[in-house]
């Protein structure tokens, strides 16, 4: 009898171990696959940026000196500047812009490419009105704080406003390692968030848009926004002690890249926002940013059963995903029940 439980006991042992290796060799794949692809074009797109960095980065030299000087004595003001004022105007730009299609539908170009069609057309004046002051508390009451906070530590770490920009390539290493450690760090903080004590008392307000509009991408309980947004993008430079030029370009992209992620419009030329705009649809899928942790983890599993998976790609043309590759239609049941022979009751 014993023996009889303990073989699909093994069986299933067996199965998990083969799942997790399979799941290791896939994610050893890809990233091998990137990064050899990312050795061939190496040498010759950063050589063409190379150049035009070597040509305009005497004149970006002469203007951080200038800078500078005017803010001497006075950095720490140089660096809430860098890092607060700047990627917030480049946050509340591109939502501006966002904004108008959402609450108006207009032009009628950005609509077509809404990725669930019948939700926020238009969006709901009432809850974007009761969610802005949230965004706004955030930015103000929370990161703005923060980084005030955080500056002596950038300063021990390494002088963020030292006089020498850095090189091209070595930004370039820096935005690659700034990514791998938000990713690493936003989705176990993020997934930690879903279980079930802490999703009810602070993830849950996020998920509140589960039709999510771009500036809603910071709308969420204070400790969600210090864990889970705040601290993955701030640790990589910090551990880098990198200069305020890397941190402010980090910042901004960061900020519009999930601006992008919870727009709710697969837009021609901008990274697919279809990944994120699932996990507010289903909740408890994709939870990362690149995807890559999902992948290992196996969090994207029915993800990847879906049509949305298939759009999750950069549209290069200028024909909706949506139109392109529509979703399955939905089943329609006889009204007179499963069997066609009695209503239901």
């Not at 938000?182 to 989705?187: A, G, S, T, V, W």
Request: aromatic content about 14%.
């Amino acid at each position: 009898m014993t023996g009889d439980m303990e073989s699909p006991r093994r069986h299933e042992r067996s199965t998990q171990e083969g799942y997790i290796w399979g799941s290791m060799r896939r994610t050893a794949l890809i990233l091998g696959s990137g990064l050899l692809l990312s050795v061939a074009f190496w040498n010759s797109v950063t050589w063409h940026l190379q150049r035009f960095w070597g040509a305009s980065g005497y004149f970006w030299q002469t203007q951080w000196e200038k800078l500078l000087s005017t803010f001497e004595g006075n950095e720490s003001i140089l660096f809430i500047i860098g890092t607060a004022l700047v990627p917030g105007l480049c946050f509340w730009g591109f939502n501006g812009l966002l904004l108008v299609v959402d609450t108006t539908g207009k032009p009628n170009f950005i609509s077509r490419y809404r990725i669930q069609l019948g939700k926020n057309e238009p969006v709901d004046p009432v809850k974007l009105r009761q969610s802005i002051p949230t965004v706004l508390f955030n930015q103000t009451m929370i990161s703005l704080p923060m980084l005030v906070i955080f500056y002596p530590f950038f300063k021990w770490r390494g002088d963020p406003c030292c006089q020498e920009l850095p090189t091209f390539h070595w930004f370039l290493v820096e935005l690659a390692l700034f990514t791998l450690v938000e990713e690493i760090l936003f989705y176990y903080s993020h997934r930690l968030l879903h279980h079930p004590t802490l999703y009810k008392k602070i993830h849950k307000k996020h998920h509140e848009w589960t039709a999510p509009i771009g500036v809603i991408s910071i709308y969420a309980h204070p400790i969600e926004h210090v864990v889970s947004n705040m601290l993955p993008v701030l640790v990589g430079p910090l551990a880098m002690g990198s200069h305020l030029s890397s941190i402010t370009v980090w910042l901004s992209l960061a900020l519009i890249i999930t601006t992008i992620s919870h727009c709710g419009y697969h837009l021609p030329f901008l990274p697919s926002p279809e990944f994120h705009d699932y996990h507010h649809l289903k909740f408890n899928q994709c939870y990362g940013v690149l995807g890559v942790l999902d992948h290992l983890h196996g969090t994207d599993i029915m993800f990847k059963q879906t049509k949305a998976y298939e759009r999750h790609v950069l549209l290069l043309g200028f024909t909706p995903l949506s139109e392109s590759i529509p979703d399955p239609p939905k089943k329609m049941e006889s009204p007179l029940g499963p069997s066609g022979l009695f209503p239901h009751k």
